[in-house]
T-cell receptor, first 113, second 116 residues
């Protein structure tokens, strides 16, 4: 089955700096890679995703990149703000009606004002 | 928020007692999922449903059963709760993207279950 590894497990950055979270996956059949943000006491929230036919996607201060050959994908947050502090999860799946989504273990991001 | 609610939001129960968690959605989604979240493990799939009365097992299904008698409700039952089932449980649905080319998963607010 699919295996997703995520690192680092914790990350502290100064406000205004960039943060990068990296993931690797094992199943070359995976073609959909979502990222979730989870704030304390809440459910994971989908913040951005990328499909295997795309190498990079941006949405304001966040961007994701995908290297299919190396089976790597990354989340980049620029100009970090205190409200970006949360746990971030990467995931990999084959995107069909039923999604067997495999999640990474999460990265706790702390943005220091 | 994809119209997902979970109940109860918090529950404390004793080892050996049955527990049922409810997931309710208001937007007629076909696919529904139950996950558990534990430190160091991320989110792991327990069971999923692809329609009324159509369910299947995920990677950590032992000790859990599910039922879906209506499109809007997906129930997770712990027949005899154990301390290892202390966790945060999330329900999720799959929704087709705006382009119609793929599906995205959205999560409910979670249920924190403590088994003493």
């Amino acid at each position: 089955g699919e295996n997703v590894e995520q690192h680092p497990s914790t990350l502290s950055v100064q406000e205004g700096d960039s943060a990068v979270i990296k993931c690797t996956y094992s199943d070359s059949a995976s073609n959909y890679f979502p990222w979730y943000k989870q704030e304390l006491g809440k459910g994971p929230q989908l913040i951005i995703d990328i499909r295997s036919n795309v190498g990079e996607k941006k949405d304001q201060r966040i961007a994701v990149t995908l290297n299919k050959t190396a089976k790597h994908f990354s989340l980049h947050i620029t100009e970090t703000q205190p409200e970006d502090s949360a746990v971030y999860f990467c995931a990999a799946s084959f995107s069909g009606g039923y999604q067997k989504v495999t999640f990474g273990i999460g990265t706790k991001l702390q943005v220091i004002p | 928020d994809a119209g997902i609610t979970q109940s109860p939001r918090h529950k404390v129960t004793e080892t050996g007692t049955p527990v049922t968690l409810r997931c309710h959605q208001t937007e007629n989604h076909r696919y529904m999922y139950w996950y558990r979240q534990d430190p160091g493990h991320g989110l792991r799939l327990i069971h999923y449903s692809y329609g009324v009365k159509d369910t299947d097992k995920g990677e950590v299904s032992d000790g859990y059963s599910v039922s879906r008698s209506k499109t809007e409700d997906f129930l997770l039952t712990l027949e005899s709760a154990t301390s290892s089932q202390t966790s945060v449980y999330f329900c999720a649905i799959s929704e087709r993207t705006g382009t119609g080319l793929a599906y995205e998963q959205y999560f409910g607010p979670g249920t924190r279950l403590t088994v003493t």
